[in-house]
Every structure is written in structure tokens, then in C-alpha cells.
């Protein structure tokens, strides 16, 4: 049974530049979530999908975008990339029960690197 | 939004002692604790959790005590391995597992 993947594993743009990363969440799991980590801090929450529709946000701009396919797979897109979104980005599936997110389970990440 | 802070930042301990790590929050609100730990290079991983109609939960080595009326709780490891040296996040929140609060992270060294 894989569990959550992302695409790729690292990534270098450019300022002002677009990104697209990638998810699969774990079989078995419907909802997804995206966090930003910082090097050496806490992992920091952007978003949750679910039913192919954004269900909470945390405090980043509307740069930071994203989608969730019928297959419950998600993307993540960040538009005019700044020096600060370097950092590593996470996505974490889980099931939905009850109108709330049961346990998250984190993939590998995806390093991205903004010059 | 929730303020969590994790002591200590760093911990180092001699293989086969126990560690202590504790995690302070400030929403009382919060209804699920659960401690992650995340290696090098890699994405965190669900360690133990636990849900706030319960004061403790074990696992093996590894249990979490829960206090609602201070607003804290503790990840306990037993019998620590080289294998258990890595970073170590709370991440409390409420209404279920929707948008994680991660703290500010414990480096724990576990010397052979």
C-alpha cells in the first residue's frame, strides 16, 4: 500500500517565476493538506482540500493556489515566486469523517529552491 | 490562531535513557494532540495521539499525558534508541486533524 507521494522531489525556479507541485494522497484517503516548512521551523499550514473544493486556509497569500482532482490527487501552484517561498513543501492526506479531517499522514515533500 | 511552544529546543540523552519532551498551547478550544516525529530529509511521521476525553496513551516506548487545565502535554520516551534520534513536532489542534498548529520542534540526540 503506497503511501502519499509528491512530485518532484526538488525543484529550482527563478523570481517571478511559477511553480506546480504534486500529490497523491494514501489509498483509502479523500482530503488532502498542504503545508510550507521553512528550513529549521514547524511545518505551516496553506490549505485543505476536500470534494474537490478549498475548506480551510491558513494565513498565505492568494499566490499560493491549488486544486484537487476526482481522483482525489492535488496541486499546488505558486505564482510570482518570491526568495522567501524556498523552503519545503509538504502534503498530507487524510480521510474525512464526520465534517472534520481524521489523522494526517505526511509524504517525503518537495524542496523548492528560488534563486 | 493557536501559540505553541515546545521545550526544550534541543535534548540530548545517553542510549537507553528516557526523554521528556513538552508542548504548551493557548487555545483551549484544542481537542487533539498528536506529536510527530520527522528525520532528516524527510516528511514528519505520526508517532502517537491522543484526544482530550483522555488523560494518557502508550505505545510501546513511547506515551503522551494530556493536561486540558494547563494547557499542556508531554511526549514520554522510554529505553531511547540511536533510531530515535530525530525532530520531534506537537501539533494540537481542534475540531479533528484539519489544520495542524505545529510547534516550534525538539531536536532530540540519542548518544550510543
Known amino acids: 500500500d503506497a503511501g502519499v507521494t509528491q512530485s518532484p522531489t526538488h525543484l529550482i525556479k527563478t523570481r517571478g517565476q511559477q511553480v506546480t507541485l504534486r500529490c497523491s494522497p494514501k489509498?483509502?484517503?479523500?482530503?488532502v493538506s498542504w503545508y510550507q516548512q521553512a528550513l529549521g521551523q514547524g511545518p505551516q499550514f496553506i490549505f485543505q482540500?476536500?470534494?474537490?473544493?478549498?475548506?480551510q486556509r491558513g494565513n498565505f497569500p492568494d499566490r499560493f493556489s491549488g486544486h484537487q482532482f476526482p481522483n482525489y490527487s492535488s496541486e499546488l501552484n505558486v505564482n510570482a515566486l518570491l526568495l522567501g517561498d524556498s523552503a519545503l513543501y509538504l502534503c498530507?492526506?487524510?480521510?474525512?469523517?464526520?465534517?472534520?479531517?481524521?489523522?494526517?499522514?505526511f509524504g517525503p515533500g518537495t524542496r523548492l529552491l528560488v534563486l | 490562531g493557536e501559540n505553541v511552544e515546545q521545550h526544550p529546543s534541543t535534548l540530548s540523552v545517553q542510549e537507553g535513557d528516557s526523554a521528556v519532551i513538552k508542548c504548551t498551547y493557548s487555545?483551549?478550544?484544542?481537542?487533539?494532540f498528536p506529536w510527530y516525529k520527522q528525520e532528516l530529509g524527510k516528511g514528519p511521521q505520526l508517532i502517537i495521539d491522543?484526544?482530550?476525553?483522555?488523560g494518557e496513551k502508550k505505545d510501546q516506548r513511547i506515551a503522551v499525558t494530556l493536561n486540558k487545565t494547563a494547557k499542556h502535554f508531554s511526549l514520554h520516551i522510554t529505553e531511547t534508541q540511536p533510531e530515535d534520534s530525530a525532530v520531534y513536532f506537537c501539533?494540537?489542534?481542534?475540531?479533528?486533524?484539519?489544520?495542524?498548529?505545529f510547534g516550534t520542534g525538539t531536536r532530540l540526540t540519542v548518544i550510543p
Open positions: 498530507a492526506s487524510s480521510r474525512w469523517l464526520r465534517g472534520r479531517s481524521e489523522t494526517q499522514y
Open positions: 489509498s483509502g484517503h479523500d482530503t
Open positions: 482540500y476536500y470534494e474537490e473544493e478549498e475548506r
Open positions: 487555545d483551549s478550544a484544542s481537542n487533539y
Open positions: 491522543i484526544r482530550s476525553n483522555v
Open positions: 501539533a494540537p489542534t481542534q475540531g479533528g486533524a484539519n489544520n495542524l498548529f
